[in-house]
């Protein structure tokens, strides 16, 4: 197969950080509030600009509070999963990689006593009808390392007694959030909207916020982690004076992509885009036979991380790490053509691929990509038969 003609104008399509927003510069970072503390009154504002943002393009109910917290994603679900787990029993979701964290985290290093652990492989989700939400209950929306999704929220019971944590770091921005069945919702700036790594946001519902002042946990708590002082919520905390000191560079960074947000009217014009980035990829697979997405079924597939698995029966026959090489040797070809980076499965993934889907993704440069694809393919096979003939 020849090579073909056209390449996407933007190749970043990694899971994260993503690619910045479409027409993005070093420009827009021009008002950023540096050289100040961001205890000032201009770092602050900014601080609590994001904070509004989010809360109005997102339409975040007004009772639950928003923070922006350290460590990214990480940060934000470490925080709320020492800070309220152990008051009653925990239902644990993993079906990849960070929720497999999240759930190795609650029964080795918090120990919780009383966890029913729900887990499946790749490509697959928990049978959600088992899960009890009169528990506390700790899940991802958007799984990144396996393309899996949850396919609705009516397992969650709306007088539930238990807390719902959701990791929603791939799907904030991309899917229509249903706060009202969630009680602690974390993301990051690095993903939907392509801002900078570092930063988390924490979103809680008063029923988190009530947890937080009458459940005093079993453990230390590091600085980073504490929302209280004296028992009750520390309110600054949701008003942009973040526990540690922010990048501001960062901040500036978030508020050009929050904006940009804006201007496609919120988050169900990037929820669009993001429908119809997966899509792109969606139309090439119905005609491509040797290879599928990575969910088993439509309903859980990802519109932001699109996994994608090799069906060719060539390319099965090879042993697990031969087929991760193989990978590896295409993404190698993409990247020197500049076509794509960083597409490769994630490490502890089944070899694969995976593709940033998200809403600073073109649609139009997916379509470019998916021939490209192919013709990485096609060389791989070739090369290999080459090899075994010599």
């Known amino acids: 197969m020849d090579k073909p003609n056209a390449k996407p104008q933007c190749p970043n399509f990694s899971s994260g950080p993503c690619a910045k927003r479409p027409g993005w510069n070093f420009d827009v970072l021009g008002s950023a509030f540096l050289g100040r503390s961001h205890r000032a009154a201009g770092g602050k504002a900014k601080l609590k600009e994001v904070i509004d943002r989010h809360r109005a393009t997102l339409n975040i109910p007004e009772e ?4 922006i917290v350290p460590a990214s994603d990480t940060g934000a679900v470490e925080m709320a999963l020492w800070s309220m787990l152990g008051e009653r029993g925990v239902d644990c979701l993993a079906w990849e990689s960070f929720s497999s964290d999240w759930m190795s985290d609650v029964v080795s290093q918090l120990k919780i006593e009383d966890v029913r652990e729900f887990k499946v492989d790749y490509g697959q989700i928990p049978d959600l009808s088992q899960i009890d939400t009169d528990r506390d209950v700790v899940f991802v929306w958007n799984g990144t390392t396996s393309g899996v999704r949850l396919p609705h929220t009516d397992w969650i019971k709306s007088d539930r007694k238990g807390l719902t944590i959701c990791d929603a770091t791939s799907a904030v921005f991309a899917y ?43 453990r230390a708590l590091p600085k980073i982690f504490r929302m209280t002082n004296k028992g009750k919520i520390n309110e600054g905390l949701f008003r942009g004076e973040t526990i540690n000191t922010p990048s501001m560079l960062a901040v500036e960074d978030c508020l050009d992509a929050l904006k940009w947000v804006d201007s496609l009217g919120g988050w169900k014009g990037t929820q669009e885009r993001c429908i119809k980035n997966l899509s792109a990829i969606e139309n090439w697979v119905a005609k491509t036979d040797w290879i599928e997405f990575l969910p088993e079924t439509q309903d859980i597939r990802s519109r932001t991380s699109i996994c994608l698995k ?75 038969a080459d090899a075994s003939v010599t």
């Open 64 to 67: 639950y509070l928003v923070a």
């Open 176 to 218: 229509e959030m249903d706060w009202e069945k969630l009680d602690v919702i974390t993301w990051s700036w690095q993903k939907v909207l392509g801002g900078e790594a570092a930063h988390g946001m924490l979103v809680l519902s008063p029923r988190a916020v009530s947890r937080l002042e009458t459940f005093k946990p079993n």
């Open 310 to 384: 090799i069906t060719d029966p060539w390319f099965n026959a090879f042993d697990a790490d031969t087929q991760t090489t193989m990978i590896k040797d295409m993404v190698k070809m993409l990247d020197k053509e500049n076509v794509a980076y960083d597409i490769a499965a994630y490490a502890k993934a089944p070899a694969g691929l995976r593709i940033w889907g998200g809403a600073t993704i073109e649609s139009a440069d997916l379509e470019k990509l998916c021939p490209w694809i192919e013709w990485a393919y096609l060389e791989l096979k070739a090369s290999r």
